[in-house]
């Protein structure tokens, strides 16, 4: 089942939009915790993320969109209307697969991290079941079909759109069924779902990171801190 919509545009800038007041909010909420406490950086990264996926949008459009441009930047020639069409299909894959990459790595690096601090002697080392555990331990286990969507999407990414995961499975996600299944190409994806799943996922990392037990935790230190990446020109 194909659906499309006609603006993704506006999907894409609330969900970049939620992300930054997020990360405006949590650092009001809990100004105790430092710049490099993977409870920043989370809610940072994933601004950051969606921010740029917004600038990227917005250059597909105007940009890759306008046959002059393609002369300005002394291109070999200037395409036609039926290339150019191609040109910004291909550089909206491109946008897709970078925004499940990196949006999904962000919370599982998060979920990593985590699991050292609720369940240190956990032996758990696959996406899968780090989720499973985090989402049980806070009581979360509705979160797992979104994370299950990213990750079955991720898994394709490796395949030239194929998943080759041996536990892939259909998941129903408001009102739409996605026919996830190993050995078979993924077709109805679009921003609208990546958007809804991504706000649903974030929703999930307010309510652990704001949960009595995390909250009230000093310091998690998160290894991959990088200062520039707290800076967002959405910030509120």
Known sequence: MNISFPDPKEFIYQLSKKCAESYSQIKKDFPMWQEQDIRITTYSKCANITENILFSW????????????????SYIHTPTPSQIKTTQFGYESFLMV??????LGSLEHFFRILLKQVNPSSRATKLFYIC?????????????????????LRNSMHNNGVIMDRYAEPIEYD?????????RQITNVNWFMLSRVASDLHDCLNKICK????????????????D????????F
Do not use: C
């Open 175 to 183: 009102g739409v069924t996605y026919d996830f299944q190993f050995g």
């Open 132 to 152: 499973q555990e985090i989402l049980e331990h806070f009581g979360l286990e509705d979160y797992q079909k979104q994370f299950n969507i990213y990750r079955f």
């Open 58 to 73: 917005n250059f597909k459009s105007e940009q890759l969109g306008d046959a002059n441009w393609y002369d300005r930047i």
């Open 211 to 226: 949960s009595n037990e995390i909250s009230q935790i000093q310091f998690i230190e998160d290894p991959s801190f990088f």
């Open 228 to 235: 520039e990446s707290t800076n967002s020109y959405m910030s």
């Open 98 to 103: 970078s925004f499940v990459n990196w949006y």
